[in-house]
């Protein structure tokens, strides 16, 4: 993979008629809770915007539809690098974790979309090549209210691909914590408006350190609550990556947006309209959801990128 290729903002135009698709508004908010007391060090940021890599590569995905590990990990740092803006992987990763941390990474277990475990096994390598004992480290979804690893995190790391959700609109990195409520369905109301509620909880809140939105091959439209076909996936190859999650899940969506246009060949809105990612900003306080106020760092291939 080549160096960073193009940065830039999101413009106004681009807001205005992704969010009119998506039927979600452009309020920005200016706290980036992906940032976590204690960490390392913090991401360098500007007041008020938050900064998310988009990192792709022609490459990722194998003739049989499974991500080669190598190019996965290479596409995860030089995310991570752009990220923190640092010359090297292994001191970016000291940035996310530091030998003290216990570290729990949500993944998702969806069967017809699961987080690949390349690329659970990719950060779980890199946070044990931080100094995190491998002891440390774990991996997991349902359980993790029952783990004990999850119990001690000091360090959390959301991943999860994304894809439409009968219930939020959206499937996205907010709604990945929500297995961490003894009671995910009282949540679920209003098109799971409520959502970022769950990462004020105590277990959770001011741990995470790193969001990865995983969009190698994204579904894009769902009817039910459990609907998926190949037909509404394509093979997009990348990952979005940003220590806020209401401004990772904001591109993700930028991105959904395009392609159900590309696809329907007409605005198609998203039902019910993901507007948990606005909320987690303007109620929560949780990060960013004006594009325009994300400053979006593009890496590798580019065609079809869609934002």
Wanted: proline letters at 7%.
């Amino acid at each position: 993979m080549g160096p960073l290729d193009q940065e830039r903002g999101v413009t106004r135009r681009d807001v205005l008629r992704t969010f009119s698709a998506l039927a979600i508004g452009g309020t920005a908010g200016c706290l980036d809770a992906g940032e976590a007391p204690g960490a390392a060090a913090q991401v360098p940021r500007v007041a008020g915007r938050s900064r998310v890599v988009l990192v792709r590569h022609r490459d990722v995905l194998r003739a049989d539809g499974r991500p080669d590990p190598a190019v996965l990990q290479r596409m995860l740092n030089e995310a991570v690098v752009a990220l923190t803006q640092e010359a090297t992987s292994a001191s970016a990763w000291r940035r996310m974790v530091t030998p003290r941390d216990v570290v729990g990474i949500k993944s998702n277990v969806w069967r017809s979309l699961p987080t690949p475990p390349e690329l659970e096994e990719a950060i779980r390598q890199e946070a044990v090549a931080a100094g995190v004992a491998a002891a440390n480290v774990a991996v997991d979804d349902r359980g993790i209210l029952d783990n004990p690893v999850f119990q001690r995190a000091t360090a959390l790391v959301n991943t999860r691909p994304m894809r439409t959700h009968d219930w939020s609109g959206l499937g996205t990195c907010l709604k990945n914590y929500i297995m961490f409520a003894r009671r995910p369905s009282a949540y679920h109301g209003d098109a799971c408006a409520s959502l970022g509620a769950v990462w004020r909880l105590p277990h959770v809140a001011g741990k995470t350190r790193l969001n990865v939105l995983v969009m190698l091959t994204p579904q894009f439209h769902g009817l039910g609550p459990h609907s998926f076909s190949p037909a509404y996936t394509w093979p997009y190859r990348g990952l979005v990556v940003g220590t806020d999650p209401v401004a990772v899940d904001t591109i993700g969506a930028r991105i959904i947006g395009a392609q159900r246009r590309e696809h329907f060949r007409e605005e198609r809105p998203i039902s019910p309209p993901p507007h948990h990612i606005e909320i987690a900003d303007t109620r929560y306080g949780l990060g960013v959801s004006d594009p325009a106020r994300i400053d979006l760092v593009r890496l590798g291939w580019q065609d079809g990128a869609l934002v």
